[in-house]
């Protein structure tokens, strides 16, 4: 039956009974469904989401270093243990060689059980209880030996990496799960407040024309360049950048390697450190935000260039009461 209909035949019964019963006429649905938040509401959640996007991000390249530093270690002593292994493998033969030939022409018994035992300490004891080696033969056994160990040594070690590796991948995987659900929900709100920039990943940039010189000059020319392309978590070019992604790339064209995280940038920068005062920073400085969720790079003329975050682009900021008031320290490459 139509609402309408219900109203007209409820029209004797009180008010309140009539509200009441028109409640539970209504879809559940939206008898449950949230409010959507305000924009003064939407705008504070965005506030804290970046507050907290910058040491979340920074968790998941620090996750991202280690699994690609544990990577590396297992594949070099990968390596290192192939090639142990075909050191042994060309003594083993030798040894055989050597073998055959004193059996077959010294006479030597029970040769072809010793040819068949993959022990070099049994081969070894084996020829010498025999008396049948010589001087150099028995040398080449004990760098068989030599080798065979070392061949273990190294598989152990390799396996232990790999399994490190393993697990800095879960944890990787982790921060990354993380990572993506903060950055979604920012999207969603900034594109619901019509503040979302997508950026050009194409962009060429402007021209730096400030003050710097030297190295400094090079890492802000790269960095210029980059104006206009988008924030991207995790990014280290060349379509876009994440904060210490941008300010990492922008020095190493400099000639300088500087870590990758934020974290291992103000780390580095210990003994490197200089005082936040406008007359004693020198373009080309880094510049960190209090907590380390943050940072970017100064230009000179009391401007800042850097990658702010998820929804906007790389550009230029005055260094202005709000950025003074946000930043933790500085440090000269």
Request: glycine fraction near 12%; charge should be positive.
């Amino acid at each position: 039956m139509a609402v309408a209909g219900m109203l007209v035949k409820l029209g004797r019964i009180p008010g309140a009974v009539v509200l009441a019963i028109m409640a539970l006429l209504l879809p559940l649905d939206s008898a449950v469904a949230e409010p959507r938040p305000t924009l003064s509401q939407a705008k504070a959640k965005l506030k804290k989401l970046n507050d907290l996007a910058g040491k979340v991000v920074d968790r998941y390249n620090l996750a991202d270093e280690r699994w690609k530093k544990a990577k590396k270690r297992y594949e070099d002593l990968n390596k290192a243990y192939g090639r142990q292994r075909e050191t042994v493998d060309d003594l083993r033969r030798s040894l055989i060689t050597v073998a055959v030939g004193t059996y077959q022409f010294g006479g030597l018994s029970g040769g072809a059980g010793l040819l068949s035992s993959d022990d070099p300490q049994a081969l070894l004891s084996g020829m010498a209880a025999l008396d049948q080696i010589s001087a150099g033969h028995a040398q080449s056994l004990r760098a068989f030996d030599a080798a065979n160990q070392t061949l273990k040594e190294q598989h152990e070690q390799a396996r232990e990496a790999l399994t490190e590796a393993d697990k800095t991948r879960d944890t990787l995987a982790a921060e990354k799960a993380k990572t993506k659900r903060l950055i979604a929900e920012q999207t969603k709100l900034l594109r619901r407040l019509g503040a979302f920039r997508a950026g050009d990943p194409n962009s060429t940039g402007i021209t730096y024309t400030g003050p710097a010189s030297g190295n400094a000059r090079a890492a802000l020319q790269f960095a210029y360049a980059q104006i206009g392309k988008p924030y991207q978590w995790g990014g280290e070019g060349p379509g876009g950048y994440d904060c210490s992604g941008l300010t990492q790339a922008a020095w190493a064209r400099a000639g300088i390697t500087i870590p990758r995280t934020t974290w291992e940038q103000w780390s580095w920068g210990v003994s490197r450190r200089v005082p936040l005062d406008l007359n004693q920073l020198q373009p080309g400085d880094l510049l960190f935000s209090k907590g380390l969720g943050h940072m970017g790079m100064y230009a000179g003329g009391g401007k800042m260039v850097h990658a702010p975050r998820t929804g906007d682009v790389i550009k230029i900021v005055d260094l202005d009461d709000y950025w003074w008031g946000r930043l933790a320290g500085a440090v000269r490459p």
